[in-house]
């Protein structure tokens, strides 16, 4: 019998994507502080995250495979302490300010990807990497979109599955599903090693 596939997460976007897998899934609400720790890099918070939210939500399931995932967006070097962490705005005057912030430049999105078998504490994990290259934008073009996309729940403040694809000049990356939050191709190697089998 298969375990449970469990999703710690009650992101509407990641359920979208993981609607895609066409499996029989929960969420649970992890409830974890994203706080990043003093001294810890991109990469290491959005990893320390992921493990967190699906450790978070370990004791309600016996024998269940959890998917914990968290994205962090930099601006700059991930590796340089200047680096610039952007959050979901929440509003539209910060939404304006984060988007006159990246035109013209380059953004890193980290996707932390864990895999956590309740069962056995098996923990599998992996960093996801994708950059978005923003055009140059104006304050009309930034304050059309808004009005018309409203990404105020998005890191960075655009949504690339919607009209956010008009704000890029290009897009690198292995995996699309990663800008979004949950990268499907990483997602499909981890429950392999779990031996389950999406098909």
Avoid: W
């Avoid at 309600?60 to 998917?67: E, F, H, Q, S």
């Amino acid at each position: 019998m298969k375990p449970t596939l469990v999703l710690a997460s009650t992101s509407p976007y990641r359920r979208q994507l993981l609607d895609r897998y066409g499996l029989a899934y929960e969420t649970a609400r992890p409830g974890v502080d994203e706080t990043p720790l003093p001294g810890e890099t991109p990469r290491q918070l959005a990893l320390r995250l992921a493990e967190a939210k699906a450790r978070a939500v370990a004791n309600g399931y016996v024998d269940a495979l959890i998917i914990g995932a968290d994205q962090v967006a930099v601006l700059g070097d991930e590796t340089d302490p200047q680096a610039i962490l952007l959050s979901k705005p929440g509003s539209h005057e910060a939404a304006l300010r984060q988007l006159r912030q990246v035109s013209g430049q380059t953004v890193q999105f980290l996707n932390g990807l864990v895999l956590y078998h309740s069962a056995s504490g098996r923990c599998h994990s992996t960093v996801v990497p994708f950059q978005v290259v923003f055009r140059t934008l104006d304050e009309g073009v930034i304050e059309r979109y808004l009005r018309r996309d409203m990404p105020y729940d998005c890191a960075c403040s655009f949504k690339s599955e919607g009209l956010g694809i008009v704000l890029f000049e290009r897009l690198l990356g292995e995996d699309p599903t990663a800008l979004i939050g949950l990268p499907l191709i990483a997602l499909r190697r981890l429950l392999e090693l779990e031996h389950f089998d999406i098909l």
